[in-house]
């Protein structure tokens, strides 16, 4: 549960910041325990914003601040 909220919140602060940005959770499956964020660009190319494997505990530190990503998401697409 706390991984889907923590989903819903990133991803609802990523379209909040950028119009028609198209948002997948999860398109595969994903490795048990893990948080990561992705931008995939148009070129095909994929771009880590967030991985939190190797932080924690505590737990929460495996996630991301949804204002964080916003950053790193506008530095990744300038």
Do not use: Y
Request: aromatic share 6%; proline share 9%; glycine share 8%.
């Amino acid at each position: 549960r706390v991984f889907g909220r923590n989903a819903a919140a990133v991803s609802e602060a990523l379209r909040g910041a950028v119009a028609h940005l198209p948002v997948d959770i999860n398109p595969r499956q994903p490795r048990r325990n893990s948080f990561e964020v992705s931008l995939v660009k148009e070129d095909g190319s994929t771009v880590e914003l967030w991985s939190g494997i190797g932080k924690g505990p505590p737990r929460k530190l495996k996630f991301p601040q949804p204002e964080a990503m916003v950053e790193a998401l506008k530095s990744s697409l300038a």
